[in-house]
Nanobody
Framework: QVQLVESGGGLVQAGGSLRLSCTAS??????????MGWFRQAPGKEREGVSY????????YYADSVKGRFTVSRDNAKDTLYLQMNSLKPDDTAMYYC?????????????????WGQGTQVTVSS
């Protein structure tokens, strides 16, 4: 059974930083054979893609709203995905989800990934 467990969320003031982690287990193949992504969903809004990272980490994509502030990375030896979030804004407040196994299409669309974590809440106060 595939499990993606996110951690690192919390309450932070605007301008602050958080580092999210996502640890994978139960994958059929090695972690480094799965393209990964981060998504977020604010209350009343659709889930949106935040970032994408390729198998080795050599290719990354970001939503325009987070470019220059967020950095995605992965440690394949630890089966772990990260999202470093700096200069946080109140608009970044959302539940953040880790996703695995890109199935094709547009990376920022929810249907592009097969496996999902339960999410970790990020709240940014003004």
């Amino acid at each position: 059974q595939v499990q993606l467990v996110e951690s690192g969320g919390g309450l932070v003031q605007a301008g602050g930083s958080l580092r999210l982690s996502c640890t994978a287990s139960g994958l059929r193949n090695d972690f480094d054979t799965y393209t990964m992504g981060w998504f977020r969903q604010a209350p009343g809004k659709e889930r949106e893609g935040v970032s994408y990272i390729s198998l080795s980490g050599g290719t990354t994509y970001y939503a325009d709203s987070v470019k220059g502030r967020f950095t995605v990375s992965r440690d394949n030896a630890k089966d772990t995905l990260y999202l470093q979030m700096n200069s946080l804004k109140p608009d970044d407040t959302a539940m953040y989800y880790c996703a695995a196994s890109f199935r094709g299409g547009r990376w920022y669309q929810e249907r592009a990934f097969a496996y999902w974590g339960q999410g970790t809440q990020v709240t940014v106060s003004s």
